[in-house]
């Protein structure tokens, strides 16, 4: 490279030193001419300047043969020039000097970086500008002459993250990185470093895991299709048969978030029958006994019915169905299932499609449109919520606790899922299920129905066991057990057992959750 750049500079050395000797001689060859146009240095500068740009004035010609031969020489030259320039123009264009250079005058804007140009990362980058109009659009590799063109403005630069975040210069908010293709983290060449950048990466993965080092997020498809299927269409107390046909990915994380969740009332009892292969789920969360009635309708409590043979001979349980969730990872198959149980049986609940595709007339989830959104993958409310959530509970206990920074991945998410309860919460204190999205005004209303109620005893503690059977779910999913004093390493606490057998401080540990509405209702204002 040095090399290179010293036979760069020889080569402008040796032009300018030919520029100037020809000056020279056509300075010297026509001053000496009484007849002559060009008198100084300074009008031939002038006319080998208008020569060269092939602009042609005619006010100053050479009138000696020296002169006309430096004059030759010029004309000559203007055309490579020429060629050179559009050469330059284009080449800059068609490289990475332009984007480059656009991105030097938007530094003050905020960066979002896409490794890929596929469908998903076209579907987040079209809601993140929708929601952020002082969003610049980055693609790490050039449009295909077959891709449609965003609709969103956008640049493509093929060139290294680091070389593009250097024209960042610390400008402004920091620049946040995605890699949309599953596990990509691992494969990219793209992602190789992205711990040193100065910026926040959210990579799409398979294993569930949150977080990897400070600036490393993960997020997983799955659960966002979950979480959304959720909070759209979340629970109502009517409904005690839900049923899940398909059980792969999107199932589990689907039966996941319900687990995690779904929890509107002390006493309920909703049975899940779930249609296809568990055998690993129950292997890996075998303690769901403990808190589920498995295999087996209970009146007291919820239960998980997993079915070894098919949905197609279930005829009964699907009739008395209040919902039916068809959730296959295979999309095509899916749908497949939905029109046999509208052509062949009895249905008297709602169906649910899981489709990346919007369907007029049938009730859907799971589109890219839904799913690929920040609030799904950067999670910005909802972790605010939840380092809110941890806050108010370390002020609620006389015990040391960690704070946000320093909680492990398992403990974030347990106050990432009590953030997710909020809209249950609301719902329940609203009486009302129409609710399906968090907003100043519902939130606040319910904050002053829980004020009110908590005056109460009984209402008190009724809204504290609520919160105690959403704990003991999360950890009991999570293989955490009861211990007489709390040790991560092998998954005990003292809290996971009935409630009446909790403290009258482990009670009140339960209020952090209800009293964060007040905070949160002044956040979305």
């Given at each position: 490279m040095k090399g290179r750049k010293n036979i760069y500079l020889y080569l402008v050395m040796t032009i300018g030193a030919v520029y100037i000797?020809?000056?020279?001689?056509?300075?010297?060859?026509?001053?000496?001419d009484h007849d002559a146009m060009i008198k100084t240095f300074g009008d031939a500068f002038w006319y080998s300047l208008v020569t060269l740009t092939t602009v042609g004035y005619g006010d100053l010609i050479p009138v000696t043969p020296l002169g006309h031969v430096v004059g030759m020489v010029f004309l000559l030259l203007s055309a490579g020039i020429t060629v050179t320039l559009i050469g330059a123009l284009l080449s800059f264009i068609a490289s990475e000097g332009?984007?480059?250079?656009?991105?030097?005058l938007q530094r003050h804007k905020n960066w979002y970086y896409f490794a890929d140009h596929e469908v998903e990362s076209k579907t987040l980058a079209d809601n993140i500008y929708k929601e952020d109009p002082d969003a610049l659009i980055i693609y790490g590799e050039k449009r295909s002459s077959q891709s449609e063109i965003p609709d969103h403005p956008c640049l493509y630069v093929s060139a290294s993250l680091e070389k593009i975040i250097?024209?960042?210069k610390d400008t402004g908010a920091t620049c946040k990185v995605f890699l949309m293709k599953e596990n990509d983290i691992g494969v990219n060449s793209r992602a190789v470093n992205l711990h040193e950048l100065p910026v926040e990466v959210y990579a799409r993965t398979t294993n569930g895991q949150d977080k990897l080092s400070g600036n490393i997020h993960f997020f997983h498809s799955y659960e966002c299709c979950a979480r959304q299927y959720w909070r759209s269409k979340p629970l109502c107390r009517h409904e005690e048969t839900i049923v899940l046909i398909g059980f792969g990915d999107y199932g589990s994380s689907i039966l996941e978030r319900a687990i995690l969740t779904n929890i509107l009332s002390v006493d309920q009892h909703v049975a899940y029958h779930i249609f296809g292969d568990a055998k690993r789920f129950l292997a890996i969360h075998d303690h769901l006994g403990e808190l589920?009635?498995?295999?087996?309708?209970?009146?007291?409590?919820?239960?998980?019915?997993?079915?070894?043979?098919?949905?197609?001979?279930?005829?009964r349980i699907l009739e008395r169905a209040d919902r039916l969730i068809i959730c296959e990872d295979d999309e095509q198959k899916g749908w497949s299932i939905f029109w046999t149980l509208n052509k062949f049986y009895r249905i008297r609940g709602r169906i649910d499609l899981r489709s990346s595709r919007r369907a007029p007339g049938i009730s859907y989830f799971g589109v890219n449109e839904e799913i690929y959104t920040s609030q799904q993958i950067i999670r910005t409310d909802l972790n605010k919520a939840a380092i809110t959530i941890n806050e108010l509970f370390r002020k609620s206990v006389?015990?040391?606790?960690?704070?946000?920074?320093?909680l492990d991945d398992l403990h974030r998410q347990s106050k990432i899922v009590a953030a997710d309860h909020l809209l249950m919460k609301t719902r329940i204190l609203l009486e009302d299920?129409?609710?399906t999205e968090l907003s100043a005004s519902s939130v606040k209303k319910a904050y002053d129905v829980y004020?009110?109620?908590?005056?109460?005893?009984?209402?008190?503690?009724?809204?504290?066991?609520l919160d105690h059977m959403r704990s003991l779910r999360f950890y009991t999913y999570y293989n955490w057990h009861y211990g007489t004093f709390r040790d991560d390493t092998v998954r005990q606490h003292p809290m996971l057992c009935p409630y009446e057998e909790l403290t009258p401080e482990q009670r009140q540990e339960r209020d952090a959750a209800w009293e964060l509405m007040g905070n949160i209702s002044i956040a979305l204002e």
């Amino acid at each position: 490279m040095k090399g290179r750049k010293n036979i760069y500079l020889y080569l402008v050395m040796t032009i300018g030193a030919v520029y100037i000797v020809l000056l020279t001689i056509l300075y010297l060859s026509e001053s000496a001419d009484h007849d002559a146009m060009i008198k100084t240095f300074g009008d031939a500068f002038w006319y080998s300047l208008v020569t060269l740009t092939t602009v042609g004035y005619g006010d100053l010609i050479p009138v000696t043969p020296l002169g006309h031969v430096v004059g030759m020489v010029f004309l000559l030259l203007s055309a490579g020039i020429t060629v050179t320039l559009i050469g330059a123009l284009l080449s800059f264009i068609a490289s990475e000097g332009l984007p480059f250079f656009i991105l030097s005058l938007q530094r003050h804007k905020n960066w979002y970086y896409f490794a890929d140009h596929e469908v998903e990362s076209k579907t987040l980058a079209d809601n993140i500008y929708k929601e952020d109009p002082d969003a610049l659009i980055i693609y790490g590799e050039k449009r295909s002459s077959q891709s449609e063109i965003p609709d969103h403005p956008c640049l493509y630069v093929s060139a290294s993250l680091e070389k593009i975040i250097a024209k960042k210069k610390d400008t402004g908010a920091t620049c946040k990185v995605f890699l949309m293709k599953e596990n990509d983290i691992g494969v990219n060449s793209r992602a190789v470093n992205l711990h040193e950048l100065p910026v926040e990466v959210y990579a799409r993965t398979t294993n569930g895991q949150d977080k990897l080092s400070g600036n490393i997020h993960f997020f997983h498809s799955y659960e966002c299709c979950a979480r959304q299927y959720w909070r759209s269409k979340p629970l109502c107390r009517h409904e005690e048969t839900i049923v899940l046909i398909g059980f792969g990915d999107y199932g589990s994380s689907i039966l996941e978030r319900a687990i995690l969740t779904n929890i509107l009332s002390v006493d309920q009892h909703v049975a899940y029958h779930i249609f296809g292969d568990a055998k690993r789920f129950l292997a890996i969360h075998d303690h769901l006994g403990e808190l589920f009635s498995l295999d087996v309708e209970s009146a007291t409590r919820d239960s998980l019915l997993f079915h070894e043979e098919g949905w197609e001979g279930a005829h009964r349980i699907l009739e008395r169905a209040d919902r039916l969730i068809i959730c296959e990872d295979d999309e095509q198959k899916g749908w497949s299932i939905f029109w046999t149980l509208n052509k062949f049986y009895r249905i008297r609940g709602r169906i649910d499609l899981r489709s990346s595709r919007r369907a007029p007339g049938i009730s859907y989830f799971g589109v890219n449109e839904e799913i690929y959104t920040s609030q799904q993958i950067i999670r910005t409310d909802l972790n605010k919520a939840a380092i809110t959530i941890n806050e108010l509970f370390r002020k609620s206990v006389s015990y040391p606790t960690r704070s946000w920074d320093d909680l492990d991945d398992l403990h974030r998410q347990s106050k990432i899922v009590a953030a997710d309860h909020l809209l249950m919460k609301t719902r329940i204190l609203l009486e009302d299920e129409t609710i399906t999205e968090l907003s100043a005004s519902s939130v606040k209303k319910a904050y002053d129905v829980y004020c009110k109620a908590r005056e109460s005893e009984e209402a008190r503690e009724m809204y504290r066991k609520l919160d105690h059977m959403r704990s003991l779910r999360f950890y009991t999913y999570y293989n955490w057990h009861y211990g007489t004093f709390r040790d991560d390493t092998v998954r005990q606490h003292p809290m996971l057992c009935p409630y009446e057998e909790l403290t009258p401080e482990q009670r009140q540990e339960r209020d952090a959750a209800w009293e964060l509405m007040g905070n949160i209702s002044i956040a979305l204002e």
